[in-house]
């Protein structure tokens, strides 16, 4: 069955550093989006991407994040000068959104980004 | 804001037994819904859907019934079995194509021997 992968799994950065995670979406689908969960908290949206922009956003994401597909296959969730409070797992999912309606998403298995 | 609540932080069922995972939401714009379960390490992983248009979807041991009017859904798993231990969470969403989903705080299941 098709999946979600993110690279890398785990990933430590000093704060202030940027950071890029790295999302391959299943092939077939149409929309991207970015998740985030801080420890103990709720899965929370980032952002949404169809059509090669930025279709929807919270108001987490902010000037210091931004997406990006750069080829057909891979999508990004960069952040610039990163924070301490940005320490989560980071999901990313996709979904096929090709009929009309809401289709369900597909994650991967996170990356957790450690900011120290 | 809880848009999307799970009041029960966790749940212990015995095997064999009926699950019964409640949410409950706040938007009446929300229209379709999603259960998904998620294992430590992992991402969540979608188990079960229902728009709502429907008050029921099967999907072998999993069932989801919608309350429209009392903005409740339950996802009931039966039989319950040890490897359904697990985080599951409940997701509302719009019914137009692509919009994102406002998940609930999940609810740990665990199934014991």
């Given amino acids: ?116 | 804001d809880q848009q999307v609540k799970q009041n029960s932080p966790s749940l212990s069922v015995q095997e064999g037994r009926i699950s019964i995972l409640n949410c409950d939401y706040t938007n009446s714009m929300f229209d379709y819904f999603l259960w998904y379960k998620k294992y430590p390490a992992e991402g969540p992983t979608f188990l079960i859907s229902i728009s709502s248009i429907k008050d029921k979807n099967e999907d072998g041991r999993f069932t989801v019934f919608l309350n429209k009017s009392a903005k409740h859904l339950s996802l009931h798993i039966v039989p319950s079995q040890p490897g359904d231990s697990a985080v599951y969470f409940c997701a509302a969403s719009g019914w137009n194509y692509g919009q994102n989903f406002v998940f609930g705080p999940g609810t740990r299941l665990s199934v014991l021997p």
Wanted: glycine letters at 6%; proline letters at 4%; charged letters at 20%.
């Fill in chain 1, 1 to 116: 069955e098709p999946e979600v992968t993110q690279t890398p799994s785990h990933q430590v950065t000093q704060m202030g550093q940027e950071v890029i995670l790295r999302c391959v979406p299943i092939s077939n689908h149409l929309y991207f989006y970015w998740y985030r969960q801080i420890l103990g908290q709720k899965v929370e949206f980032l952002v949404s991407f169809y059509n090669n922009e930025i279709s929807e956003k919270s108001e987490i994401f902010d000037d210091q994040f931004s997406v990006e597909r750069p080829d057909g296959s891979n999508f990004t969730l960069k952040i610039r000068s990163t924070k301490l409070e940005d320490s989560a797992m980071y999901f990313c999912a996709s979904s096929a959104g090709d009929r009309g309606r809401n289709q369900p998403q597909h994650f991967g298995d996170g990356t957790r980004l450690s900011i120290l």
